[in-house]
């Protein structure tokens, strides 16, 4: 009769009051609700924070499938916003507003008219420098043609290598002084 009753701790509960439907037509994150990993719940909320369990929560799907189909609903989303803008603009520019008719002023005498300075008149004009006749163009030097290519000769086969000679122990100097006859030889070395 011992019950283990198994809930997590930082569940308050409060999540349930904004609990999201499924939208129709549209995915979770696109329609603007979140996740809370700990509750466990989507939810309608503004915030970056669980009003829950304070836990962060989630904008973005995490499999890669659905980040490039929300990914692609958003920039779709904001070429239809600019595409909207635009048009409002320019049926802003078509649309003129009439002002209503204002009286007009009355009409003012007008002033004398002043006569004008007499014309001086113009410079003569000065004549142009004659043309210089351009130098002739000199003819380039006609291009040298390249010697032909020798063509290489062909290699040689390397001569076998010899084995050398195994290296002999150096002798060692042994002094020989004149030997009586008599006497026994002794070497010093």
């Not at 979140?34 to 995490?62: D, H, M, S, V």
């Not at 043609?145 to 000679?165: D, L, S, T, Y």
């Amino acid at each position: 009769m011992n019950s283990i009753l198994i809930t997590k701790m930082t569940c308050k509960g409060i999540c349930v009051r904004y609990k999201a439907q499924k939208p129709v037509g549209t995915g979770r994150y696109a329609s603007g609700q979140r996740r809370c990993q700990i509750c466990e719940i989507f939810i309608k909320w503004e915030g970056l924070w669980c009003p829950c369990c304070g836990y962060r929560l989630r904008t973005k799907p995490r499999n890669l499938k659905y980040k490039a189909k929300l990914r692609a609903r958003v920039e779709a989303d904001s070429i239809e916003a600019k595409a909207i803008a635009e048009t409002q603009s320019e049926v802003e520019d078509v649309i003129v507003v009439k002002a209503p008719k204002v009286a007009k002023a009355p009409k003012v005498a007008k002033a004398p008219k002043v006569a004008k300075a007499p014309k001086v008149a113009k410079a003569p004009k000065v004549a142009k420098a004659p043309k210089v006749a351009k130098a002739p163009k000199v003819a380039k030097a006609p291009k040298v043609a390249k010697a032909p290519k020798v063509a290489k000769a062909p290699k040689v086969a390397k001569a076998p290598k010899v084995a050398k000679a195994p290296k002999v122990a150096k002798a060692t100097k042994i002094k020989v002084e004149s030997i009586p006859e008599t006497e026994s030889i002794a070497i010093k070395a």
